[in-house]
């Protein structure tokens, strides 16, 4: 079992409310990522770090921001959710030293905006 | 763009069959191809690994392999068992792209009895 801890595990909130999803790992990983996945739909990766006070846009447009105070804390930021943020989102992390290096994944945060 | 494809949604086996799924890719060839568990409400967990240059990667009842004449690889389990039902995902890494992963929309495999 990964070392790599999320929560919320679910997440029902109203249209315009402001959230934080925390993720945190014990591995002492210097990458970290987002990634979101809907349904029968691939993962896609949002943001990720690699390492404190780095911070980079991923693949899919997001309107989610993300901060890196701590190494092993990658909180991710939505100022005001809507339905259109319905979805799972991912976070895991992994070694530096190999660029291929496997990622470790949390359990995930199921967010259904209202 | 890359894209990663899992051409099926599903697959239905036998208890004991060997499980074939299929990871193709377009355009450039990826320097590794990673394979990934997932469990329903649960994140991936990391297989296997391949390197561009490498045939074919076995561990345990697992066994991938890369054929870039073919821009494909094929995951195996063997001996498959009910607990081997789970979808699994296929990513890629290509050089330059800072160990970045693009996954495929995965397999779903279910194994009966």
């Known amino acids: 079992e990964a070392d790599i801890y999320q929560t919320p595990r679910y997440l029902v909130i109203g249209t315009g409310k402001k959230i934080t999803l925390e993720c945190s790992q014990t591995m002492g990983h210097d990458k970290m990522y987002w990634y979101q996945q809907d349904p029968g739909m691939e993962l896609h990766l949002i943001h990720y770090s690699y390492g404190v006070n780095s911070t980079e846009k991923g693949d899919l447009s997001s309107e989610s921001t993300v901060s890196r105070i701590r190494t092993e804390h990658f909180p991710l930021t939505l100022e005001s959710a809507r339905p259109s943020h319905t979805s799972q989102y991912l976070c895991a992390s992994s070694e530096s030293g190999q660029f291929y290096n496997e990622q470790f994944f949390g359990p995930g945060t199921r967010l259904t905006v209202l | 763009s890359q894209k990663i494809e899992q051409n099926s949604e599903a697959l239905n086996i036998q208890e004991g069959k060997t499980a074939t799924l299929t990871c193709n890719y377009t355009?450039?060839?990826?320097?590794?191809l990673q394979w990934y568990r997932q469990d329903p409400g649960r994140g991936p967990v990391f297989l296997l690994l391949i390197r561009e240059n490498e045939k074919e990667k076995r561990k345990e009842r697992l066994k991938v392999t890369f054929d870039t004449t073919l821009k494909q690889s094929l995951f195996h389990i063997t001996a498959s068992q009910p607990a081997d039902s789970a979808t699994y995902l296929c990513?890629?890494?290509?050089?330059?792209?800072?160990?970045?992963?693009?996954f495929g929309k995965g397999t779903k495999l279910s194994v009966k009895p």
């Open positions: 990513a890629a890494v290509y050089g330059g792209s800072q160990g970045n992963l693009i």
């Open positions: 355009n450039y060839s990826p320097a590794y």
